[in-house]
C-alpha cells in the first residue's frame, strides 16, 4: 500500500484513538504515505506527526454540498490505494466510495439502522459488524479501529496511543508549573473541568468539589487544574475556598501544551472527555468518571487505553460524599 487514507471527522478524544492505526500501518508497511481528513478539533492532533505525511482539515457541519463535493474530486484524484471510514456518517461513507481506492474498510451498524448499512454495502469493499448499541457492552474503540486494520491487511493495530510532544513544549510545562510544587516529592495531580461535572443534577459546584476533596485527601498534593473554553466558570469561586499555593488554573491550552501539563501529572481526574484520552497518550494514569447513563456501554468502549486507570461510576446526587471518597481512593491507588 502507498497511499492511505482516514477519514475521522469528530472531537479530540476520537482522533486520539486513532494514534495506534498509525503505528500499525506505519509498521506494516513502513514507506506508505498517511492522508489524515480531520476537524478542525482533532486536527492539532498532528501537529508534530511524523507519520501523517498531509492533513486535511474540514469542518463537516460548516461544508456547502458544492464543497463536499469537491472534496470528493480531490479524494479520487489523490489515487489512494486503502481508505479507513472511522466516522458512520453519510458524506464520509460517499468519499469512500469516490475515492475509487481497492480496499474500502469501515463500520457496518447491522441491520437495525438499515439506511446505513445499505450506504456500507453499496460504498464499502470490506465491512466490520459493529452493531452501536448503547444498551450493551463494546469493544474498545482502539480495538474496532485495528479490527478495521486487520481487514485490510494490517494484523497489529492495536498499540499504545502515542502522541509525539515538542520538545518547546515540553520545555514550556516545566517553567508553567514553576513554583506550584517546591517538593519534588509531592504529588500533581490533574483536574480537568468540564461541563459534564455539572450533569445529572449534581450541580455548577461539582467540579470545585472534587478539587477540594483531592486536596483535603492528599495534604501534600497540588493540583493542575484544566478548562477549556468558557469551562473556567466551574472554578470562579475557587480563589475564596481553596490555598492558592496549592493549585493553579489553566485556561484555553494550545492541544500540546494541554498534553504537556498532563504529561507531568502523577494522575489525571476527568469525566469522560478527551482529556481522559489525552492522559493515556502521553502515559498518565487516569481516574475517570462517567455518568450513570449508559455506563456499561461508555466506559468498556472509551476507558483510558493501556495506561493504569480507574474507572467510576457516577451516582445519583444524593450520594455525593460516598462518590467523592471513592474518587479520592481510586486516585490514591494510582498515585
Keep these: 500500500m502507498n497511499r492511505i487514507l482516514i477519514i475521522r471527522l469528530d472531537g479530540l478524544g476520537d482522533t486520539l484513538l486513532s494514534l495506534p492505526l498509525l503505528d500499525g500501518l506505519k509498521h506494516r508497511w513502513p ?13 492539532s492532533v498532528f501537529d508534530a506527526d511524523p507519520r501523517v505525511s498531509h492533513l486535511w482539515v474540514h469542518e463537516l457541519a460548516n461544508m456547502s454540498r458544492t464543497q463536499k463535493c469537491d472534496l470528493g474530486k480531490r479524494i479520487r484524484a489523490a489515487g489512494f490505494d486503502l481508505v479507513f471510514c472511522l466516522n458512520e456518517k453519510f458524506w464520509p461513507a460517499v468519499w ?8 474500502r474498510v469501515g463500520f457496518d451498524p447491522g ?12 460504498t464499502l469493499t470490506h ?5 452501536n448499541d448503547p444498551a450493551q457492552a463494546s469493544i474498545h474503540e482502539v480495538e ?5 486494520a486487520g481487514l485490510a491487511g494490517c494484523p497489529d493495530a492495536a498499540g499504545p496511543m502515542r502522541l509525539m510532544l515538542p520538545p518547546a513544549t515540553r520545555a514550556w510545562a516545566g517553567t508553567a508549573l514553576a513554583g506550584l510544587t517546591p517538593d519534588p516529592a509531592a504529588p500533581l495531580i490533574g483536574l480537568h473541568l468540564s461541563a459534564k461535572w455539572t450533569s445529572e443534577g449534581w450541580g455548577d459546584g461539582a467540579c470545585l468539589t472534587a478539587a477540594r476533596s483531592l486536596l483535603d485527601r492528599f495534604p501534600q498534593a497540588r493540583l493542575a487544574v484544566t478548562a477549556g473554553p468558557g469551562e473556567e466558570k466551574f472554578f470562579e469561586t475557587a480563589a475564596a475556598v481553596l490555598p492558592a499555593e496549592r493549585y493553579r488554573l489553566f485556561c484555553r491550552l494550545e492541544l500540546m501544551q494541554w498534553a504537556a501539563l498532563i504529561a507531568r501529572c502523577r494522575s489525571l481526574v476527568s469525566m ?4 481522559v484520552h489525552l492522559a ?8 475517570v468518571v462517567f455518568p450513570e447513563k449508559n455506563f456499561v456501554h461508555a466506559s468498556s468502549r472509551w476507558s483510558p487505553w493501556q495506561v493504569p486507570h480507574r474507572i467510576l461510576r457516577r451516582p445519583a446526587p444524593g450520594s ?16
Aim: glycine share 4%; net charge negative; aromatic share 8%.
Design 31 to 43: 514507506d506508505c504515505e498517511i492522508t489524515y481528513l480531520a476537524s478542525p478539533r482533532g486536527a
Design 96 to 103: 469512500t466510495y469516490m475515492s475509487n481506492a481497492t480496499i
Design 111 to 122: 441491520w437495525s439502522q438499515l439506511p446505513k448499512t445499505l450506504l456500507r454495502h453499496l
Design 127 to 131: 465491512r466490520l459488524p459493529a452493531p
Design 144 to 148: 474496532r479501529y485495528a479490527a478495521l
Design 272 to 275: 469522560d472527555t478527551g482529556a
Design 280 to 287: 493515556a497518550a502521553v502515559g498518565t494514569p487516569a481516574a
Design 320 to 335: 455525593r460524599d460516598e462518590f467523592y471518597a471513592d474518587l479520592c481512593a481510586a486516585v490514591e491507588e494510582l498515585l
